[in-house]
C-alpha cells in the first residue's frame, strides 16, 4: 500500500448551502463528477457506495460518514477492498454570496510494486479529475438556485 494525499479546489457563485444540497445529493454525483456514481445516507455512521469506472471495468469504493455539518462539511473513512483512507468535502462562504468547494484525500492505494512512482504518473491525473468535477459541481448548483456564474 503507498500512502498519497491530495486536493482540489473551486469557487461558486451558488452559497454554501445549496452547493452542500447537490454536493450530497449521491444519485447526483453522476452529474458532476465523471466515470462516478454513487448512492447512501446522510449523516455520522450512513454508508456510502461509489462506482467508478466505465461500462464493466472499474471498481466499488465502500464508505461510511464519519463527520457531518449540514451545509459545510462532510467526511468520509473509506472501506473498500482496493480504497482505503479518509477524505472529506468542505464547503464555505464567500463575501457576496457564493462558496468556495474544497475536496481532500489521503488514501492508502494498492499501488503494487510501483507505489510511489506509480502515484507520481497517476496523482496529476486523479487531481485534474477532481478539479473538474469540482468545476462541474459549482455550475450545478449555480443552475439550480439559477445564480449568475462566476467568471
Known amino acids: ?35 462516478t456514481e454513487a448512492r447512501g445516507g446522510h449523516g455520522v455512521g450512513a454508508e456510502l457506495e461509489g462506482w467508478t469506472g466505465v461500462g464493466p471495468l472499474g471498481f466499488t469504493d465502500t464508505m461510511v460518514i464519519t463527520g457531518w455539518r449540514p451545509g459545510r462539511r462532510v467526511t468520509v473513512r473509506h472501506t473498500g477492498r482496493l480504497v482505503r483512507g479518509e477524505a472529506f468535502f468542505d464547503v464555505a462562504p464567500l463575501p457576496g454570496g457564493g462558496s468556495r468547494i474544497r475536496w481532500a484525500e489521503r488514501l492508502d492505494l494498492p499501488l503494487g510494486p510501483l507505489g510511489r512512482a506509480g502515484w ?32
Open 1 to 35: 500500500m503507498s500512502g498519497i494525499a491530495v486536493h482540489a479546489d473551486a469557487e461558486s457563485a451558488a452559497p454554501a448551502d445549496e452547493v452542500f444540497a447537490v454536493l450530497t445529493d449521491w444519485p447526483r454525483h453522476a452529474e458532476w463528477m465523471p466515470f
Open 120 to 151: 507520481i504518473a497517476a496523482g496529476p491525473a486523479f487531481r485534474a479529475f477532481m478539479a473538474l468535477g469540482l468545476r462541474r459541481l459549482a455550475r450545478l448548483a449555480e443552475a439550480d438556485g439559477t445564480v449568475v456564474p462566476l467568471r
